[in-house]
């Protein structure tokens, strides 16, 4: 079995394709960029930056020619940043029948104030200049398994004129709409398949909810303004933190809540309550909104409330939006268990970052960073696919899914007691050779030391073949 082969191997278990240039071709191989030379280009660059996340544009091209090369492509006018990702979005949105998640959320990309970058514009509080990418990452919610991206955008914050009337921001384009654009490119589902769009409090907007209507999705989103006036059965305008009150005990059970900045892991207790409620539109609405002409969306809440919190620690309190029907505590665990694969999109955001090191690339203009986007944001959620197959079946036995060459060739390098090896134990020993230790308190490898694990597995195979031909 050659390296060629390895991707038909892999893929019967995730949706991630080991070999590069195969894996390449899957994903930019349809790319329209006004001339097939370019897609070629595009399917070879690709490979190249998939092959080596954190180097340079120069130290993945390997040579000038290829370079500049590179370089070209990326400054052609044809050669954009949806051009070159809408393939990926369409492979993404075409799945089997099902439940997905899309996990949906906005980062900046900072390329610091004394750069000269043409075009970029004014991030965080004014302090540096760079743009913002909005992302829907489609997992699947029975396994958190990472399908792909099904829509992201870019856009550029344009400062808020000094002195705005409400009339004037209503009628101009607003950052928020991004959300809308968004959830309107992924579009409605296919037979059989059922989405689920999971916000932060960034979504708490009525017109995102009407978006997901007119789409025919459903949801799970944040609540943001817990001062909002919401309409009780009766017909009564009441804030929504009042209306939480009334709400009777439904369960509790005990949450694992994830390490933050100053704060350790822990596991703690918390209470689950549920009930029906009805979102009017704002008293003021954008023009869009107006010709909609939908008034109001009636929808559940569920809310999550520490009830013992560590001394000194703000207790954790969850109030989620959904379309879903939750009349049992078992519903509303399951509404809470899809709200709890969000984090998933900020490990994409820190492959885009930390992995790929989008932000310390050296381009003199906006629109190739844009374009390099389209291509690294591939690459992030290739490497995020490469974790997630060691957790959607972590006890199946690894020579069921992995190739047999590479599962002998790893046993050489890392020999065990053990050698019928589980998926499990392949990819805790692939991300050894990347630097994961395997200590007890030191969990599951994440995404970066299994990519290093696996460059040096393919170095020692490429070198093994060549032996072996040279006789």
């Given at each position: 079995?050659?390296?060629?082969s390895?991707?038909?191997?892999?893929?019967?278990?995730?949706?991630v394709?080991?070999?590069?240039?195969?894996?390449?071709?899957?994903?930019?191989?349809?790319?329209e960029l006004?001339?097939?030379?370019?897609?070629?280009?595009?399917?070879?660059?690709?490979a190249?930056?998939?092959?080596?996340?954190?180097?340079?544009?120069?130290q993945?091209m390997?040579?000038?020619?290829?370079?500049?090369?590179?370089?070209?492509?990326?400054?052609?006018?044809?050669?954009?940043?949806?051009?070159?990702?809408e393939?990926?979005?369409?492979?993404?949105?075409?799945?089997?029948?099902?439940?997905?998640?899309?996990?949906?959320?906005?980062?900046?990309?900072?390329?610091?104030?004394?750069?000269?970058?043409?075009?970029?514009g004014?991030?965080?509080?004014?302090?540096?200049?760079?743009f913002?990418?909005?992302?829907?990452?489609?997992?699947?919610?029975?396994?958190?398994?990472?399908?792909?991206?099904?829509?992201?955008?870019?856009?550029?914050?344009?400062?808020?004129?000094?002195g705005e009337?409400?009339?004037?921001?209503?009628h101009?384009?607003?950052?928020?709409e991004?959300?809308g654009?968004?959830?309107?490119?992924?579009?409605?589902?296919?037979?059989?398949?059922?989405?689920?769009?999971?916000?932060?409090?960034?979504?708490?907007?009525?017109?995102?909810?009407?978006?997901?209507?007119?789409?025919?999705?459903?949801?799970?989103?944040?609540?943001a303004?817990?001062t909002?006036?919401?309409l009780t059965?009766?017909g009564?305008?009441q804030p929504?933190?009042?209306?939480?009150?009334?709400l009777?005990?439904?369960?509790?059970?005990e949450?694992?809540?994830?390490a933050?900045?100053?704060?350790?892991?822990?596991?703690?207790?918390?209470?689950?309550?549920?009930?029906?409620?009805?979102?009017?539109?704002?008293?003021f609405?954008?023009?869009?909104?107006?010709?909609l002409?939908?008034?109001?969306?009636c929808?559940?809440?569920?809310?999550v409330?520490?009830?013992k919190?560590?001394?000194?620690?703000?207790?954790?309190h969850?109030?989620?939006?959904?379309?879903?029907?939750v009349?049992?505590?078992?519903?509303?665990?399951?509404?809470?268990?899809?709200y709890?694969?969000?984090?998933?999109?900020?490990?994409?955001h820190?492959?885009?970052?930390?992995?790929c090191?989008?932000?310390?690339?050296q381009?003199?203009?906006?629109?190739?960073?844009?374009?390099?986007?389209?291509?690294l944001s591939?690459?992030?959620?290739?490497?995020?696919?490469l974790?997630?197959t060691?957790?959607?079946?972590?006890?199946?036995?690894?020579?069921?899914?992995?190739?047999?060459?590479?599962?002998?060739?790893?046993?050489?390098?890392?020999?065990?007691?053990?050698t019928?090896?589980t998926?499990?134990?392949?990819?805790?020993?692939?991300?050894?050779?990347?630097g994961f230790?395997?200590?007890?308190g030191?969990?599951?490898?994440?995404?970066?030391t299994?990519?290093?694990g696996?460059?040096?597995?393919?170095?020692?195979?490429?070198?093994?073949?060549?032996?072996a031909?040279?006789?």
């Amino acid at each position: 079995m050659d390296l060629a082969s390895l991707g038909t191997e892999v893929c019967g278990m995730s949706a991630v394709t080991l070999e590069t240039l195969r894996w390449a071709a899957e994903q930019f191989g349809a790319c329209e960029l006004g001339d097939a030379r370019r897609t070629r280009r595009a399917v070879k660059v690709a490979a190249q930056m998939a092959a080596d996340p954190q180097g340079s544009t120069p130290q993945q091209m390997h040579n000038w020619g290829q370079c500049k090369a590179a370089y070209r492509l990326l400054n052609e006018e044809d050669v954009t940043f949806r051009g070159l990702a809408e393939p990926h979005w369409r492979r993404t949105r075409n799945c089997a029948p099902g439940i997905y998640l899309l996990l949906g959320d906005t980062t900046e990309f900072d390329f610091g104030i004394h750069r000269q970058v043409r075009g970029l514009g004014p991030t965080g509080n004014g302090g540096g200049y760079g743009f913002f990418l909005h992302s829907s990452l489609m997992v699947a919610a029975d396994n958190s398994e990472v399908v792909g991206l099904a829509g992201q955008a870019i856009f550029h914050r344009q400062p808020q004129p000094a002195g705005e009337s409400m009339y004037a921001r209503l009628h101009r384009r607003r950052e928020s709409e991004v959300w809308g654009e968004v959830i309107d490119l992924v579009g409605r589902p296919s037979e059989g398949v059922k989405f689920l769009h999971v916000f932060d409090r960034g979504a708490d907007n009525f017109e995102v909810f009407c978006h997901l209507l007119q789409q025919q999705t459903g949801w799970v989103v944040r609540a943001a303004q817990l001062t909002r006036n919401l309409l009780t059965p009766q017909g009564k305008q009441q804030p929504l933190k009042d209306i939480l009150q009334t709400l009777p005990l439904g369960g509790r059970y005990e949450l694992s809540v994830r390490a933050q900045k100053g704060q350790p892991a822990r596991t703690t207790e918390v209470e689950v309550r549920w009930g029906l409620v009805n979102v009017p539109a704002p008293h003021f609405r954008t023009p869009w909104l107006k010709e909609l002409g939908i008034s109001s969306i009636c929808m559940w809440v569920v809310e999550v409330r520490e009830t013992k919190p560590p001394r000194g620690v703000k207790p954790l309190h969850w109030v989620l939006y959904t379309s879903e029907a939750v009349e049992s505590f078992e519903d509303a665990w399951r509404v809470i268990g899809y709200y709890e694969q969000r984090p998933i999109i900020e490990e994409f955001h820190k492959g885009l970052k930390t992995a790929c090191r989008l932000e310390e690339r050296q381009y003199e203009s906006s629109a190739p960073l844009e374009s390099l986007t389209g291509i690294l944001s591939v690459v992030a959620v290739r490497l995020l696919q490469l974790r997630s197959t060691a957790r959607t079946e972590p006890d199946r036995p690894a020579e069921h899914v992995v190739p047999r060459k590479w599962l002998r060739a790893l046993q050489r390098l890392r020999p065990t007691p053990r050698t019928n090896w589980t998926v499990r134990e392949f990819y805790r020993q692939l991300a050894g050779l990347g630097g994961f230790l395997g200590r007890k308190g030191d969990g599951e490898p994440g995404w970066l030391t299994l990519w290093r694990g696996f460059e040096k597995l393919a170095m020692v195979m490429r070198y093994e073949e060549s032996k072996a031909k040279c006789g």
